[in-house]
């Protein structure tokens, strides 16, 4: 599967608000684009009050144009008020939801969506993707009932679109409503199974295994680097404090198996909770180092007392001048044993950043001379 994640050019990311229900929210909003020229969705997805609902917009902002929109009118009406939102004769459209796939209007660039707690994530990010056409920043209101408690799924949802304006944050979006609503049975017909209880990382790895069985090929076996450092390393309750939230960062980073997954963690941490503490991201370099060990063959990495312990499972990625090298450059803080089995001891300074920092430059280097051998 391939992603197109770069937006086209000139394009900007939505700014999305959730916010409870205000009609000052809902008249400034509407003022705004109105006074640079441009057009506005209000989604109300009711048909019942929907003329109601567009009574009220009237009364707060009685300067605007609106018209209304939805499934139940005749073919020709919907065509003809369609048609002259699109000529721009109407400021604002009241609609339902049925604009939310295939209608592109460039000067539409803010969208407002009542009742936004009632509708799922995928049908938000849709309605949200009408508006933003051009290179003119859009906006986007997702509203709720002031006075309502949201429920947890709800909460979730709306925290999501939030957290994803990004252009091309379509799959992420796509793996967090999977997440939210969790996932069937991939090989039946029932809406249940055990993914939820052991994760879908862990569910789609037990399903490879056995369709590999089922073909008879032979398994893999892993291979596991087993590290042990004596480092704050951890996610705090102060950065991410949903507990969901948390295991899924932790999954990712412990998951870590090319360089390139290190960037893209980082990025989708600064991402979605801001700038990154130095425990999490002592754990993402020791996510690195795992990467680093496992292509020179290291069996483990732990602390003993004040060194750090490198042990190669072989000499076959060590060359003499390597050892020579790296010997010199660090010179009275590493000393190697050479053995069948070798052994790499790195003495530790009161920084422990800096510790893992000069751990992984030396495995840097025994890649890259071994690289280039």
Wanted: charged share 30%.
């Amino acid at each position: 599967m391939s992603l197109i994640e770069t937006p086209p050019e000139n394009r900007y990311p939505i700014r999305t608000y959730v916010r409870g229900y205000s009609p000052n929210l809902v008249r400034e909003s509407i003022q705004r684009e109105l006074n640079r020229g441009g057009q506005v969705y209000f989604v109300h997805n009711r048909v019942a009050d929907i003329d109601k609902v567009a009574s009220r917009i009237k009364k707060l902002v009685p300067e605007v144009k609106l018209a209304v929109a939805h499934g139940q009118m005749s073919e020709s009406q919907l065509e003809k008020i369609m048609l002259a939102f699109l000529e721009g004769e109407y400021d604002l459209l009241v609609c339902t939801t049925i604009i939310e796939t295939g209608l592109d209007i460039s000067n539409v660039n803010t969208i407002i969506i009542n009742n936004a707690d009632k509708m799922g994530l995928s049908q938000l990010y849709q309605l949200r993707g009408r508006v933003g056409r051009t290179n003119r920043v859009a906006y986007a209101y997702l509203l709720y009932k002031s006075d309502q408690i949201l429920s947890e799924v709800a909460e979730k949802r709306l925290q999501a679109i939030k957290e994803f304006t990004n252009l091309g944050s379509g799959f992420k979006i796509a793996m967090r409503d999977l997440e939210i609503r969790g996932a069937g049975n991939i090989l039946g017909p029932d809406q249940h199974g055990h993914i939820e209880a052991i994760g879908f990382s862990l569910y789609c790895k037990l399903l490879e295994q056995a369709i590999k069985q089922l073909k008879g090929k032979s398994e893999e076996e892993s291979v596991e680097v087993n590290i042990d450092l004596d480092i704050d390393a951890y996610i705090a309750e102060d950065y991410i404090p949903d507990s969901k939230q948390k295991i899924e960062i932790y999954k990712k980073i412990s998951g870590i198996m090319e360089l390139e997954d290190v960037a893209d963690i980082k990025d989708e941490l600064v991402d979605r909770f801001g700038a990154i503490p130095q425990p999490v991201l002592n754990l993402i370099k020791i996510g690195k180092i795992k990467v680093l060990a496992l292509d020179l063959d290291v069996g483990s990495i732990k602390s003993e007392g004040e060194a750090i312990v490198v042990k190669f499972n072989s000499a076959d990625y060590l060359l003499g001048e390597q050892v020579i090298e790296l010997s010199r450059k660090y010179e009275g803080q590493i000393r190697f044993r050479a053995t069948k089995e070798p052994i790499l001891k790195l003495k530790v300074v009161k920084d422990e950043t800096k510790n893992l920092d000069t751990l992984i430059d030396i495995l840097n280097f025994l890649n890259n001379t071994q690289n280039s051998k």
